[in-house]
């Protein structure tokens, strides 16, 4: 039985996770028309899922959450390839705190997490050299 704070700390990785892999997802889809790396995207975003999804739900509680406030380097993007990198390191590191947390309870879903980081580090490389290059 993982308790309720396990489940809001699953909670919120769990949203930084998909936030951060959509907004890679929406530039590429938007800003760039790649159509491919926006379905890659797009697909490694819907493997993050849990089992116990209403439970976890259930354990929210942002009016509570006391970083809820923005820090002033979360407010400062000088262009498309900060508000990148920055998205991507907020996936990668949720995708690692969901696959050591998700240990307890199951190894494949810390496996899936853990295939998930491994992916946005491999696309991070290619994606931020293709926006890089297209300046």
Known sequence: MTNNKTLRLIDANLNRLKEGIRVVEDIFRYNYDNKEIALKLKSLRHLCRIDNYLE???TRDVNNDVLRESIKS???RSDLNSILIANFKRA?????VLEEITKLTSIKTSENFKYIRYELY????????????SK
């Open 56 to 58: 976890v739900l259930s």
């Open 74 to 76: 979360e407010q400062n």
């Open 92 to 96: 990668q590191e949720s995708s690692r």
């Open 122 to 133: 491999n696309l991070e490389t290619v994606l931020i050299n293709i926006t890089s290059n």
